[in-house]
Structures are given as structure tokens and as C-alpha cells.
């Protein structure tokens, strides 16, 4: 049962990211977030996609090579400097956070 959860287990974080963001957003305040906590965007262009940062950028990447080969997540955490636990602080951080959240989803279509 345990290999099976730890297969599991990116899929399940994504999942939970992707609620996190629906049930954080209010109907009708999509793009409501306060100035200060939107990212910068790139580009003058008033439609330009916000940047994505660095943090949300690493965990989506970390999370895609999870899915890719779960069998591989200690040594894919290795090679980025991290630990189990810290990978988790990092996707629970971003899941506090609307926009870090609605960033990541993004990411990872991406």
C-alpha cells in the first residue's frame, strides 16, 4: 500500500492545488487579487501572461518529472536540493497563495 500512495501522491497534490484554486476563488473575482501580490508582468501589453516565479516554476517542473517517472522521486528531489518534506512545504506555500496557485496550475499545462 505504500508504493501505491507514493505513485499516487503527485497526482493527488495536483488535484488538490486545482481545488484549492476553484474554492479560493470567489464567482465573479477571477482576476480580483490586490496589485501588490499579482506578479509582475512581462511585456507592456496589458493581455501579457504574468511571469511565473521562480518557485512555482521549480515545483512545476519537479512535479511533472514525479508524473513522468514516480519511481524516481528521491533521486528527482536529490537533484534539485530537495527532501520530501521540503517539496511538500514548498506545494502546501503555494497552495496558501491564489495566485502562486492559479500560477502553478498554469505551469503545469504548460
Not at 521549480?58 to 511533472?64: L, T, V
Not at 528531489?77 to 527532501?83: K, N, S, V
Request: charged letters at 25%; a negative charge.
Amino acid at each position: 500500500m505504500n508504493r501505491a500512495f507514493r505513485r499516487a501522491m503527485p497526482s493527488l497534490v495536483v488535484f488538490v492545488l486545482v481545488l484549492s484554486v476553484l474554492a479560493c476563488t470567489p464567482a465573479g473575482e477571477e482576476n480580483a487579487a490586490p496589485d501588490s501580490a499579482a506578479p509582475e508582468s512581462v511585456g507592456t501589453d496589458a493581455a501579457a501572461v504574468p511571469e511565473v516565479p521562480a518557485r512555482v516554476k521549480q515545483a512545476a517542473d519537479i512535479a511533472r518529472a514525479i508524473q513522468a517517472d514516480p519511481e524516481s522521486m528521491d533521486r528527482i528531489l536529490d537533484g534539485e536540493g530537495m527532501t520530501r518534506e521540503q517539496f511538500e512545504d514548498l506545494l502546501y506555500e503555494i497552495a496558501a497563495d491564489p495566485v502562486l496557485s492559479e500560477a502553478y496550475v498554469r505551469e503545469l499545462g504548460s
